[in-house]
């Protein structure tokens, strides 16, 4: 099999494309990835903020982390990764799908379309009482932890350890990697499930898998062509 980036620039320009992102893409805009040197806020690690009992033990603690990383993306700008991916969808209207993990908002404002977000939105609130959700842009965020007009605490509209993924998002994202003939797997130590389990059923429905990643990741093991480096050079070189 020829696994040369020629040939996978060659698949890009008439196959249906996912690309499947995590934090690493918007790293190089300055945002701090989950695991790895700079993944840890005040020595916690994601696994111990990013949960419904860290939430119900200590709001305030977590919604400061939320209101942290709302600070650096709210300054952050989209990168030459994101715009690449723009632009690619730009390339392939009707057979390219975005699936990320990512709540940072920095695909859609590099002008990204056809985005599955699989872990929600850190600028949406929703109220761990009523059925409010709502776009929330306040930074910094005031009062902390913020309330809901009904009184009850509001919290990030994002998936935590132990829930489950929105339904739709999901059922988009399973069927675009079943119909994948190239799958792009960028930034994301493939690690969190169901998310990374996307690898494996791409692959098994016959998709050609390629990882762009300055770091080793159980991905690739899956892939046939693993691109090392950061996704802001790589990903705009295969345009
Ligand atoms: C670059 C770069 C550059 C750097 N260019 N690359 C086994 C044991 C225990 C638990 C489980 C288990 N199997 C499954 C589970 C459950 C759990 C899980 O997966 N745990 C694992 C950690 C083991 N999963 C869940 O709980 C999920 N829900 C679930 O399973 O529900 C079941 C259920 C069903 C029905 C009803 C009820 C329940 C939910 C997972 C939610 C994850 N949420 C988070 C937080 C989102 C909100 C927020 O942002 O705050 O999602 S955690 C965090 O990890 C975030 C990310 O989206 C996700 C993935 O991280 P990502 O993006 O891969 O980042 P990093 O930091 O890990 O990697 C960055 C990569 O970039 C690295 O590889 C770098 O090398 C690279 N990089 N610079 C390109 N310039
Ligand atoms: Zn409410």
Redesign the pocket.
Request: proline residues 8%.
């Given at each position: 099999m020829d696994n040369s980036p020629g040939t996978l620039r060659t698949i890009l320009e008439a196959a249906r494309i996912v690309a499947f992102t995590?934090?690493?893409?918007s790293?190089?805009s300055g945002i701090p990835?989950?695991?790895?040197p700079n993944?840890l806020w005040r020595s916690f690690s994601?696994?111990k903020l990013?949960s419904p009992e860290a939430f119900a033990d200590d709001p305030r603690l977590v919604w400061e982390w939320?209101d942290w990383r709302r600070q650096i993306i709210h300054k952050a700008q989209p990168n030459p990764?994101h715009r690449a991916l723009a632009e690619m969808e730009g390339r392939a209207v009707g057979r390219f799908t975005l699936v990320t993990?990512?709540?940072d908002g920095l695909h859609d404002r590099a002008g990204s379309r056809n985005i599955v977000k699989l872990?929600?939105d850190?600028w949406q609130v929703r109220c761990t009482a009523c059925a409010v959700q709502e776009q929330n842009d306040q930074v910094p965020m005031d009062p902390l932890p913020p309330r809901c007009r009904c009184g009850a605490l509001l919290r990030?509209a994002?998936?935590?350890?132990?829930?489950?993924?929105p339904a739709d998002a999901w059922g988009r994202a399973l069927e675009a990697a079943a119909q994948a003939q190239v799958f792009l797997v960028?930034?994301?130590?493939?690690?969190?499930?169901?998310?990374a389990g996307l690898v494996q059923v791409a692959r098994k429905s016959g998709a050609r898998v390629a990882v762009?990643?300055?770091?080793p990741?159980p991905a690739d093991q899956l892939a046939e062509w693993v691109l090392r480096g950061?996704?802001?050079d790589i990903l705009p070189r295969l345009l």
């Open positions: 995590g934090a690493g893409i790293a190089e990835t989950f695991r790895g993944g994601p696994e990013a939320y990764g993990q990512n709540v872990h929600g850190i990030p994002v998936v935590w350890f132990g829930e489950a993924l960028i930034g994301t130590s493939a690690t969190v499930y169901p998310a762009v990643n300055p770091d990741t950061a996704a802001g």
